[in-house]
């Protein structure tokens, strides 16, 4: 049995309190969420997921009751602890990217390390740069970046803590068909490789890139079921492009002659698995406390 990761109990989310204000984004909300998950929440738009993402990732307390995270209850948190938690355990990849346009991808990814108590912050953020492809793009600034690269650094930033569970909103929402197919291969390597993945969506065709499925409609789950329907991300790249994937990163199986795969070095093509991939995490944990992150309005550093 693989461990339960997330355990959310009766969660509910109203938002506004006069009659004509008031919306009940989540209606008594249960799930599970065991390690190596790959899943989709689904949903019109306003049906609760983004609330339900950032409930399940520590951004946003539930109106009541009970979330457990590797079995702590963190409902009832501090917003610094929660930021702690967050950082430790929870990568978040947006449909915005939320990118800090002033610095280059590197620093963009070496963000979140700079609220732990990591060493070797350039070492460790270069290593994720490499593991979605973006070895050649470390010193970019995000405007000089196309849509699906700003994902990649955005994606490398959510890995690079190395966190037990990655949380996905609309992640190709704002890219164009072929990005967002590429961004569904690597999403879906990450998977292959053991991360814990959630993705938000109301696209059925991404949706069925994951494991299993959970609807959502006016807050509350009107189904949860294994996909067996599941597509690879990477046989659907069939025209001629150039897909770099860099050293560290998984080609996956299936994909068609034609185009120009520059799959680096440690890249196995064919479906199997790459073990001693990915990314190292650096020094031990101190129990030192992480700096105090400022409200989600306030800056996207507070994410992180
Ligand atoms: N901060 C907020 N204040 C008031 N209402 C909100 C807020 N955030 C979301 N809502 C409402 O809650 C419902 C669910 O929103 P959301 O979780 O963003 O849905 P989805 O991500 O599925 O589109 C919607 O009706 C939305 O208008
Ligand atoms: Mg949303």
Redo the contacts with the bound molecule.
């Keep these: 049995m693989k461990k339960i990761l997330i355990e959310a109990k009766n969660i509910s989310k109203v938002?506004?309190m006069g009659a004509d204000t008031r919306?009940v984004?989540l209606d008594d909300v249960s799930l599970e969420i065991s390690e190596g998950e790959f899943i989709a929440l689904m949903?019109a738009?306003?049906?609760?997921?983004?609330?339900l993402m950032n409930i399940l990732g520590c951004l946003d307390k539930p109106g009541s009751g009970t979330l457990l995270l590797d079995g702590t209850d963190v409902s009832l948190m501090t917003d610094d602890e929660l930021a702690m938690v967050r950082n430790k355990k929870i990568g978040f990849v947006f449909q915005s990217f939320h990118l800090l346009g002033r610095t280059s991808a590197l620093e963009n990814v070496e963000l979140p390390l700079l609220y732990s108590d990591r060493t070797h912050i350039t070492d460790l953020a270069r290593k994720a740069l490499e593991a979605v492809g973006l070895s050649d793009r470390v010193h970019h600034l995000p405007g000089e970046l196309s849509g699906g690269q700003q994902q990649r650094v955005a994606i490398a930033r959510a890995l690079v803590n190395d966190p037990e569970i990655i949380f996905a909103d609309e992640p190709t929402g704002n890219l164009d068909s072929r990005s967002g197919l590429e961004i569904m291969t690597l999403i879906q390597q990450l998977s292959e490789q053991g991360r814990t993945i959630v993705i938000?969506t109301h696209e059925p065709d991404i949706a069925r890139y994951a494991g299993r499925i959970i609807q959502i409609t006016d807050g509350k789950i009107t189904s949860d079921e294994i996909n067996t329907d599941r597509i690879i991300a990477s046989g659907n790249i069939t025209t001629g492009g150039s897909i770099n994937t860099g050293s560290n990163y998984m080609a996956g199986g299936n994909i068609p002659a034609g185009g120009s795969i520059n799959t680096g070095t440690n890249t196995i093509i064919g479906g199997s698995i790459t073990s001693g991939s990915n990314i190292t995490t650096g020094t031990s944990d101190t129990g030192k406390t992480a700096p105090v992150s400022p409200a989600l309005s306030e800056t996207s550093s507070a994410l992180f």
Excluded: P
């Excluded at 738009?45 to 609330?51: A, D, E, L």
């Design positions: 938002y506004g919306v984004a949903g738009s306003g049906s609760g997921k983004s609330t938000v």
